[in-house]
């Protein structure tokens, strides 16, 4: 299957768009032929519109034209863990219990996403203070994950470049800490290409963990959201390391471009993965 990332709304309507705009985006979305979209509140001033009544509206509008949210991203919520003061403080485990009540209108969406953006320091950081910093992050995410899962949801995180807890073997070794392997990972393929991670080797590495994708790329020195096939990313064995994986989840298309380029961009991003997810089942040996 694959779908969209919230970066055809933002593409569409910038990072200020509401309930009514993602209504607006969808019709457009089924017409291109993708199955699932991934709803989002990206700024913490939208969040009381989606709590009291635009989370059932976009419901509604997804309902109608057979669209699947294949995961909810939580994307104000990377300011919990951008500098010392938010790490340390209660930040985002009071705001999850709105985004849990969002997602609740959603009853077949699986997946809670919360990135990780850049921390900024903010000045000189001893080898005390990062220990105490990963020990907080590692107490303040294993409370949602226990929020969340209550919920019946996955929780996933979405790891951009500079993120406080590092990259890929940063989340490995968060996960060893809370001693779970069902938190997962939103694979974004630009972010740890700029990020110069082997995205190649992430399927493999985490080894069922990954629970969703936004699939985009650039040259790896940028952290860009561009087109799939038009970077330097290797597609053919993203896929493949994906599918021998296991993976199952959607294949969700990011791409950050001009309004009037959306409609292009996203078709031709949408045909590009699925010719690959199709030579990838024709490779497939014979029982």
Request: glycine letters at 10%; one cysteine or more; charged letters at 20%.
């Amino acid at each position: 299957m694959t779908g969209v990332s919230p970066a055809y709304f933002i593409s569409r309507f910038t990072d200020r768009f509401t309930p009514a705009d993602v209504c607006e985006g969808l019709a457009e979305i089924a017409d291109l032929g993708f199955e699932q979209f991934q709803p989002e509140v990206f700024h913490s001033e939208n969040l009381a519109g989606w709590v009291n009544g635009g989370s059932q509206q976009v419901r509604q509008c997804s309902n109608g034209l057979g669209l699947r949210p294949s995961q909810f991203v939580a994307h104000f919520m990377l300011k919990a863990f951008s500098d010392t003061s938010s790490v340390m403080s209660d930040s985002g485990l009071v705001e999850i219990e709105s985004v849990l009540e969002i997602v609740d209108r959603f009853e077949d969406c699986p997946i809670v996403t919360i990135p990780l953006g850049a921390f900024d320091s903010q000045g000189i950081v001893t080898p005390g203070d990062y220990i105490a910093l990963f020990n907080r992050c590692v107490e303040k995410i294993g409370q949602l994950l226990v929020q969340v899962e209550r919920a019946g949801r996955r929780l996933a995180l979405e790891i951009m470049p500079s993120a406080v807890i590092g990259g890929i073997d940063g989340f490995k070794r968060l996960c060893d800490q809370l001693k779970t392997n069902t938190l997962g990972l939103n694979f974004d393929t630009g972010h740890a290409w700029a990020a110069k991670e082997n995205t190649n080797l992430i399927p493999a590495k985490l080894n069922g963990q990954i629970l969703g994708t936004h699939f985009c790329d650039n040259f790896g020195h940028e952290n860009l959201s561009l087109r799939p096939g038009t970077g330097s990313i290797d597609w053919a064995e993203i896929i493949s390391g994906l599918k021998a994986s296991g993976y199952n989840g959607s294949f969700d298309v990011e791409i950050i471009c001009a309004p009037e380029a959306v409609r292009q961009e996203y078709g031709q991003g949408r045909e590009f993965i699925e010719e690959l997810l199709n030579r990838n089942e024709d490779l497939r040996p014979a029982n």
